[in-house]
T-cell receptor, first 110, second 113 residues
Framework: QQQVKQSPQSLIVQKGGISIINCAYE??????FPWYQQFPGKGPALLIA?????SEKKEGRFTISFNKSAKQFSLHIMDSQPGDSATYFC?????????FGSGTKLNVKP | DVKVTQSSRYLVKRTGEKVFLECVQD?????MFWYRQDPGLGLRLIYF???????EKGDIPEGYSVSREKKERFSLILESASTNQTSMYLC????????????FGSGTRLTVV
């Protein structure tokens, strides 16, 4: 049973548009929610993360929105660029155990 | 920056072979992890280690074992490789139990024929 459900599986966005990736979880014990970005041939790299005591975190063009009551969180990429084309993974963490979503392949068209 | 180095980028092995995947980190991290990555399934935890000579099973340990003789090195062992173990294998490390900052290696793409 997958602990973290991620959607969509793939996403095509025009340059300058907003990319939105969603994740949902069930276990209320999770206390850390990171997003990872993975380029082909590379390992995932931490992009941005949030703890459940805040509803939003913004770093540059990347924003996490967190809805504790709905047990959902999402990544928004504003002004999407072709260089943002990558696979994005959400994760939920408890006691240093990471549970990853299945990944979203983002393609930003020029 | 922490560097996590996986010894091989690509490996091709035969069914039944014993396979060793090596991972080394250079920042004295306590925790090390092995994941496999498959399309549509995301990253699944195979084994992890919180200390030297210590190991714990993850979600999919069957067919795998690990070794951590030194703090900086964490090895994944496929005792008898099978075709369903063809996958991308990722090693990660983090500082300690309270620090959730993972650093991943670049991965080893293993093909078992």
């Amino acid at each position: 049973q997958q602990q973290v459900k991620q959607s969509p599986q793939s996403l095509i966005v025009q340059k300058g548009g907003i990319s939105i990736i969603n994740c949902a979880y069930e276990n209320t014990a999770f206390d850390y929610f990171p997003w990872y970005q993975q380029f082909p041939g590379k390992g995932p790299a931490l992009l941005i993360a949030i703890r459940p005591d805040v509803s939003e975190k913004k770093e540059g063009r990347f924003t996490i929105s967190f809805n504790k009551s709905a047990k959902q969180f999402s990544l928004h990429i504003m002004d999407s660029q072709p260089g943002d084309s990558a696979t994005y993974f959400c994760a939920a963490v408890n006691f240093n155990k990471f549970y990853f979503g299945s990944g979203t392949k983002l393609n930003v068209k020029p | 920056d922490v560097k996590v180095t996986q010894s091989s980028r690509y490996l091709v092995k035969r069914t039944g072979e014993k396979v060793f995947l090596e991972c080394v980190q250079d920042m004295d991290h306590e925790n090390m992890f092995w994941y496999r990555q498959d399309p549509g399934l995301g990253l699944r935890l195979i084994y992890f280690s919180y200390d030297v000579k210590m190991k714990e099973k993850g979600d999919i340990p069957e067919g795998y074992s690990v070794s951590r003789e030194k703090k900086e090195r964490f090895s994944l062992i496929l005792e008898s490789a099978s075709t369903n173990q063809t996958s991308m294998y990722l090693c990660a490390s983090s500082l300690d139990a309270g620090n959730y900052g993972y650093t991943f290696g670049s991965g080893t793409r293993l093909t078992v024929v």
